[in-house]
């Protein structure tokens, strides 16, 4: 888990080498009321091959549910709706052939 700040902070995943992801899914925040999230910048890369996806650029490449809501590019506010809680981004069609490119392979 991440804990929220005023100053930006880098997230890193890392994956097991033999293994492509073939979707992305980022799960913003389990807590109940957070405020803004800003994502500057998303950045895939394997070996020299890289994506990075800028903060304007991030709703061409991934999608957000009903429990977000995007003020401008990059910002995303969380909100309840019926009681329920689940703020998530998801990734568009336009991503898959970035991903095969940077992870040199086919889906």
């Not at 910048?41 to 800028?54: F, G, N, V």
């Not at 329920?84 to 991503?95: A, C, G, N, R, V």
Request: glycine content about 8%.
């Amino acid at each position: 888990g991440i804990k929220g700040g005023l100053n930006s902070q880098v997230v890193t995943f890392e994956i097991e080498e033999g293994i492509n992801p073939n979707d992305i899914r980022i799960d913003i925040s389990s807590t109940k009321g957070a405020k803004e999230i800003q994502i500057n910048s998303i950045k895939i890369h394997k070996q020299d091959r890289s994506l990075i996806i800028s903060k304007d650029q991030i709703n061409e490449y991934f999608r957000f549910n009903e429990f977000l809501d995007t003020k401008e590019p990059g910002k995303f506010v969380t909100k309840e709706v019926e009681g329920s809680y689940d703020p998530i981004l998801f990734t568009q069609p336009k991503i898959y052939p970035e991903l095969e490119r940077v992870l040199g392979t086919v889906f």
